[in-house]
């Protein structure tokens, strides 16, 4: 289902809106290595090294999304901050400017419902083209509320499920930390009706990035830029993003993947885009003012799932599917390869992964993790094998073999440059266990130390059931 179609279905249905089938980063360490940010099933813990919790209960609840800032001394977090049932709970939650938006749509949404014929589930209405899913949902409890006039007779029975309908009101926050694990809500950076995505903290610890759900149906999304400690009005990145960017080493620029129109959901269509970079701060932190236009570094085809990441000695790492035209169907590529820039150093795009090599490894390295010491980068695949590849000799071994699930059920995270955090499966009729590998680089092998043994079920409901699953979808 589309994503404004969801949305739509929320007034018709009650439907939820569902993102994305990628496995998601549920584990993340701190930059010293003391804490782990566990983005549980029902919101948010930290554990120590040995696995264990700072707390029973979830520290905060309904974290989208989240991020340690550069001092290990507290995170970024977007999390659910209210639930909406009523326009008039809404409302009074919202800024003036938000509120006519709504409000100057309604009549005309209103009218759109009433002509409508035939299935609700393929109602589209053209009055909230630009309109986010989250703005989507509060135009339809605008109109439920205040303008239904004619709307149960319309509706019928498919009116007692609009009651359903609900809000919710996203805030990206700082969340302060201290010696013994506990965390301490700082105030919010910013507020919106939709999750503030795949957070990303500046070096200096004084920028935060994050992607925002486009207006319409858009696989591609708007990435912006917000101050952390003297908030403003976010200010526009890029339009039309892949889902993974980072900052350069020096917090001056942001490299992402971008297209230069946006690419509907589920879009089959091939679509050249870049690898690109803009200047976002100046040299004192702050952001500019005006930001320059960008600068693309390299051409690729482009694909939602797309990872950026900078390496401290300038180089940007990004992984893409390598395509050669013109082509036959039988010649397009199966996995995507891993491959470097180095802007004003050097031209051209190197090949980190020899090209037969890339058929030896996993196929889900969309999601290559880079070490610490930016010596090795992890690479997963989507039935749960992960390697580790040395980036100077394109060498590699295994670290977990295939799944018993035959399922990627979280996104390796890194510890330190020898310590590598993931979930297995030892037994189907049990749950998943997160562990933490201690990785011997001379005789190549893994030493495991379970984590999750003693964390409450609630935690891991989500992405460590027990359940076999269906093999997650290569990106």
């Known amino acids: 289902?589309?994503?404004?179609?969801?949305?739509?279905?929320?007034l018709i249905v009650a439907a939820a809106v569902t993102c994305g089938c990628l496995p998601e980063k549920r584990v993340v360490w701190s930059p010293d290595g003391r804490w782990a940010a566990i983005r549980g099933s029902d919101g948010l813990y930290l554990c120590d090294p040995s696995g264990k919790l700072s707390e029973r209960k979830p520290m905060v609840e309904g974290v989208t999304s989240l991020a340690w800032l550069p001092d290990s001394k507290g995170l970024i977090l977007s999390y659910v901050d209210a639930h909406a049932d009523t326009w008039d709970a809404l409302a009074a939650r919202l800024s003036a400017e938000q509120r006519r938006k709504v409000e100057s749509v309604g009549p005309q949404l209103r009218n759109?419902?009433?002509?409508?014929?035939?299935?609700?589930?393929?109602?589209?209405?053209?009055?909230?083209?630009?309109?986010?899913?989250?703005?989507?949902?509060?135009?339809?409890?605008?109109?439920?509320?205040?303008?239904?006039?004619?709307?149960?007779?319309?509706?019928?029975?498919e009116w007692k499920k609009a009651q359903e309908l609900r809000v919710d009101e996203h805030v990206l926050a700082r969340a302060r930390g201290s010696e013994t694990g506990k965390l301490e809500l700082d105030g919010a950076l910013a507020r919106a009706l939709d999750p503030f995505d795949e957070l990303c903290v500046s070096p200096d610890g004084r920028t935060v990035a994050y992607r925002r759900p486009a207006p319409g149906d858009e696989q591609t999304r708007p990435l912006l830029v917000v101050a952390i400690e003297k908030p403003a009005t976010p200010t526009l990145v890029a339009e039309h993003t892949a889902m993974f960017y980072d900052w350069s080493a020096d917090g001056r620029?942001?490299?992402?993947?971008?297209?230069?129109?946006a690419l509907p959901e589920k879009s089959k269509e091939l679509r050249l885009g870049v690898v690109a970079r803009r200047q976002v701060c100046g040299d004192d932190g702050a952001v500019l003012g005006t930001l320059p236009e960008p600068e693309e570094l390299a051409g690729i085809l482009f694909q939602e799932e797309v990872r950026v990441r900078c390496l401290r000695d300038g180089r940007v790492l990004f992984a893409t599917a390598e395509l050669?035209?013109?082509?036959?169907?039988?010649?397009?590529?199966?996995?995507?390869?891993?491959?470097?820039?180095?802007?004003?150093r050097q031209p051209g795009v190197t090949r980190v992964i020899?090209?037969?090599?890339?058929?030896?490894?996993?196929?889900?390295?969309?999601?290559?993790?880079?070490?610490?010491?930016?010596?090795?980068?992890?690479?997963?695949?989507?039935?749960?094998?992960?390697?580790?590849?040395?980036?100077?000799?394109?060498?590699f071994w295994e670290v977990a073999g295939e799944d018993k699930g035959n399922q990627l059920r979280m996104q390796p995270t890194w510890r330190s440059s020898d310590e590598l955090c993931f979930a297995v499966t030892p037994d189907l009729e049990k749950p998943a266990q997160v562990v933490l590998a201690k990785l011997n680089w001379n005789a190549q092998t893994a030493e495991r130390r379970v984590l999750s043994a003693d964390w409450p079920e609630a935690v891991g409901k989500d992405f460590l059931a027990a359940q076999e699953a269906a093999p997650t979808s290569q990106p």
């Open 324 to 344: 050669e035209v013109p082509c036959t169907s039988a010649d397009m590529p199966q996995r995507a390869g891993l491959f470097s820039v180095d802007p004003g």
């Open 112 to 157: 759109e419902i009433l002509a409508h014929e035939g299935d609700w589930k393929n109602f589209e209405p053209k009055t909230l083209g630009d309109f986010t899913p989250g703005e989507t949902g509060a135009a339809l409890l605008y109109v439920r509320d205040k303008l239904n006039e004619g709307l149960p007779e319309k509706l019928g029975e």
């Open 1 to 10: 289902m589309k994503r404004k179609n969801a949305a739509i279905a929320l």
């Open 253 to 261: 620029y942001l490299v992402y993947a971008a297209c230069h129109t």
């Open 354 to 395: 020899p090209r037969p090599t890339v058929y030896m490894l996993p196929d889900a390295a969309f999601l290559f993790a880079v070490s610490p010491d930016e010596r090795h980068v992890c690479i997963p695949g989507s039935n749960g094998r992960i390697v580790v590849l040395t980036l100077a000799t394109g060498s």
